[in-house]
């Protein structure tokens, strides 16, 4: 008896496992496939430009009792985005306490409330078409609570490759670009994701209805699972600056100005969906 016909007398079944296991796995990684498009494509208030997320978690876990809309700059809505961002971003805030106080909690809200109303509310003379400036909410469907936001808006960008604090703010330095900011979401919503409906129906606001093909971000250095995420989306690092400053809520009830190292981040919108789809994967 030959060596092939030998092995295949003792192995069979061993063998007929293996074919099973890669059968089983093919199946897997295309459930997943169909899942993340079933998902990307369930957004109907904003169009998703970008491919779906392939993260385990986000695929499998994700909540199905919530829905991304623009708060159209609607007071009561930048209310309680306010309300919420307070705790699910400055208690959490790396370097900070985990749990706000009262008097911490009031102050911070406070100015989370008038920092939105400037920066998204609706101005008078103005069409929502004219609009340049958008918090995005995540909510809830039954009960409309916020559960997640990303603010988008135009601003003065530094565009310069280098340590920001070296390099002079010059006129042909600076443009005018989208600049997504303040993304949060709940404690319990985390990991889901949640964070990356939340960017990419940003982007596709500022891709679809403000006609631009990049957006930046700030990101603080050591909040490392935000560089991350961002990265795995496809933003890359452009410059830095050593020398910013931020405010920190501390355990002891105080809230410190404090020294921090800020990243700016870019993303090309109008990249391949192939290239998106890689920095997904391998995002680093």
């Not at 960017?199 to 971000?217: D, F, P, S």
């Not at 890359?236 to 009830?253: C, E, M, R, S």
Request: one cysteine or more; glycine letters at 6%; proline letters at 4%.
């Amino acid at each position: 008896m030959n060596n092939e016909r030998w092995h295949n007398c003792v192995f069979p079944r061993k063998r007929r496992r293996f074919s099973s296991c890669s059968t089983l796995i093919r199946f897997y990684m295309f459930t997943i496939y169909i899942r993340s498009l079933v998902d990307a494509f369930s957004l109907h208030t904003v169009k998703l430009l970008s491919p779906p997320i392939f993260g385990i978690s986000a695929v499998f876990f994700k909540p199905k009792n919530l829905i991304v809309a623009p708060s159209l700059g609607q007071d009561d809505k930048l209310i309680e985005a306010g309300k919420f961002f307070a705790d699910a971003f400055w208690a959490s805030k790396p370097g900070g306490t985990k749990s706000l106080s009262s008097k911490q909690n009031k102050l911070l809200t406070n100015q989370q409330i008038s920092e939105f109303r400037k920066r998204y509310a609706q101005r008078l003379g103005k069409s929502q078409l004219d609009r340049r400036s958008e918090l995005m909410l995540c909510l809830e469907k039954g009960t409309g609570e916020v559960v997640g936001c990303a603010g988008i808006e135009l601003d003065n960008i530094n565009n310069k490759k280098s340590n920001r604090s070296n390099v002079q703010s010059t006129a042909s330095n600076i443009s005018r670009k989208p600049l997504m900011s303040n993304l949060a979401v709940g404690k319990q919503y985390r990991r889901k994701g949640v964070a990356e409906d939340l960017v990419l129906a940003t982007e596709a606001l500022v891709r679809n209805q403000w006609g631009y093909e990049e957006c930046y971000l700030f990101v603080e250095k050591k909040n490392t699972p935000a560089i991350k995420l961002y990265r795995k989306l496809g933003y890359k690092k452009v410059w830095q600056d050593d020398d910013a400053k931020t405010i920190t809520p501390k355990d002891n009830g105080s809230i410190d100005t404090t020294s921090t190292t800020i990243i700016c981040m870019k993303k090309n919108l109008s990249s391949s969906i192939f290239i998106n789809m890689f920095n997904r994967i391998l995002p680093f």
